[in-house]
Each structure stands twice: as C-alpha cells, then as structure tokens.
C-alpha cells in the first residue's frame, strides 16, 4: 500500500515530527524535570517526603483533568489555538512556582503545580489528535511508535538537567528551566498546520460534552486501553516520585549524579521504542502490548527479590528498570491505536484516553505518598501490584478484540 493511500488530509503541510516528538514529551517533562529537587524542596519547606511527593500527585491530578477540555475546545476553535492556550496556561504555572520558591509558600507551589499540569495536558491529547487526524490507522501507529521515542528520551533528558540545575543552581532552577521549555514550544508550534478541517460551529454544551464523555468511557475497549496504558504510565511516575529519595538519601547519591543515571532507563524506553517502530508492521498492536507485559512483570520481580534480600545499590535500581522501561514503551505505544484509532471523534475520545491514562497514575502516586515509607521494597512492591490489575486488563482486551472479529 502506498503512503499516500494511508494519508487522510490531502493538501495539508505534513506535521513536523519534530515538533510533535517535543510536544508529546511536554507534560511528562514538566512533571519530572523538578523531581531530582523533591529531597531538597522537602528541606527547604520542612516538609516530609511524602508531602513533597504531593507535588507529583497535585501535578497529576491537573494533567488528568486537563486533558478533557481540550478535545472538544479544539473542534470548536481549531487543533492550534486550543494549542496555545494550553502552553500559555502551562507558563503561568511555570513562572508561578518560581514566585513559590521567592515567596517560600509551599501553597503556592502546590496550586502553580497544578496550573502549570492544566498548561501542560494540551501536549499529549494534542499530538494523539493531530496525528490520527492526518493519518490513517495503519501509517499513525507507526508515526506514533516513532514520536514516542521522545517519551523515552525527553523525560529522562530532564531529570538529568533537573538533577545539574539542582546541585549547582539550586532548586527554583528547574522551574526556571521549565517555563523557557514551555516558551520554546510555544513558538515552535506556531509552525505546525492546523489539522482540524471540520470544525464544530455550536457553543461548548457542557452537557453534550458530559454525555459525549460518558457514552465513551462505556465503549470497552476504549476503556480497558486507557487504563492499561495508565497503568504502565504508572510505573513511570512511580520511580519519578520514590527514586530520588532512594538514591540521594539512601545511596549518597548527588543530585547531578542521580539525574546523570536515569539516562540508563531512557536508554531501556529508546530500545524499546525503536524495535517497536521496527516491528509494528510485522506483529498486531495486541501482541506488541503483549510482549511488553513479558518484560515488565521479569524486571519489577527482579527488583523486588533483590531489595527483600538487602541487595540495595544504584545496579539493582537502575538495572531492573531499565528492563521495565522496554516493555513500558511497547504497552504504552500499542494502547492507543486498538483503543482510540477507529473512533470517529478523535478529539473527544483521545481526550477520554489520556484522562483513564493518567488518572491511573494518580492513584497509585497518592498510594506511594500515602504509605510514604523509607523502606526501599515500597516500590517494587507497588510495581507488582500494577501488575496484578494490568494482567487481568489484557485478558479482557484479547476478548474484546476476538469478540469484534
């Protein structure tokens, strides 16, 4: 089959996969950037760790909700302008926790968190939607195989830099760090074409928008894959959290030192990435999602054993996870095509998507900030306590897909 045959938007500018590779990476960047920060916020407020933890939560909790807003604003004003709004909201909550760390008012902190998550959500729901518009299911998945190496690679690219400006320009530096990060897209979105050719001339109704909502959160397979890519979204933000306080109070790790290792498991998620890209062509999406899942369970099992037997050093940290990350990256590239590539209203049903995706995250952040143990095994244990929902939510989706053959 031709490309051409698999494009939907004929005379439209291609998207610059550039810029889509930097706009879905946007909100996992925000909010892992400050994370080698969390042990030196915690000191700087008097705060436990849990309470700084809460930070991620907050965050999380505004990315959910933000990403519900945006699908319908964007068939009503257009896939850009909805754009633009988001990153210049995501700004605002940037520049405000630069104000929190003056002021020293973790309130402050906590509410920019959240404003700076409602920015930020654009990014994600947006690239999902722009992508699926220009492209038919079969070309998109592969284009999204590729974009999402960014989700390998940007986030662990921020904790590192988060991790220098830390140690030598102090904590504040990260948010400084993230508004001009938000500024560059900004301008670097002002290039992307805009997607949306048939736009929706009827005001917001927030009650058509509530049924349109709910009539797709019933649709099966549309739920079962946003959770099961929350779930091993979870994963990730589940090690953001807990990590750092392992590694900078437990192992004496520095902050630049902590940031400059997670580059490993960003090596595991551009593996991944990469042979996911290679092979979506030649497996199902289901089967991809699969293998993921054979590489996931090993690796956090892996790490479990290791702490319970006291073998608690940087190999059995980031080694593991590395692991974990590959298989991460083929679950989470997979979800969205079987799960929102044949929905008729992309916008609305990406926006449902991400919002089951990461409101899995927050819950299993609060359960980490809620137990807020030292003990290192709290996280592995939480991993294979994912597992135990994500095993059972695959076998439901292989039923779901045989029943619709």
Known sequence: MEKQSLIKLKGVPEPSLLILLLLVSFPSVGAVLFTPALPAIAQAYGISSGLAQLTITIFLIGYALGQLPYGPLSNRVGRKKALYLGLAISIVGALLSLAAGAL?????????????????SVGLMMTFTITNDYYEPQLARQKLAFVNVAFAIAPGAAVTLGGFATQYFGWESTFL?????????????????????????????????????????KNPRLFVCGVLQGCCTALVYIFAAKAPFLAIHMLGLSPSTYGALNLIPSVGMILGAVLSHRTAHMITPQKGILLGLCLIFPSALAMFLAFYWEVFNMWTLFGPYFVMNMGIVFAYINCPTLGTGHAKNKPNASAVFAFLNITMCVITVFALQALDSPSPILMPVLFLSVFVVIFPLYGILEFLLKRTQ
């Open 104 to 120: 020293e008012q973790y309130w402050l902190l906590a509410l920019s968190r959240m404003i700076a998550a409602l920015g930020a």
């Open 177 to 217: 760090l993230q508004a001009v990060y938000s500024v560059l897209i900004f301008m670097l979105c002002l290039k992307l074409p805009e997607t949306g050719t048939e736009l929706s001339p009827e005001p917001l109704n927030w009650k058509v928008l509530y049924e349109s909502y709910a009539k797709r959160c």
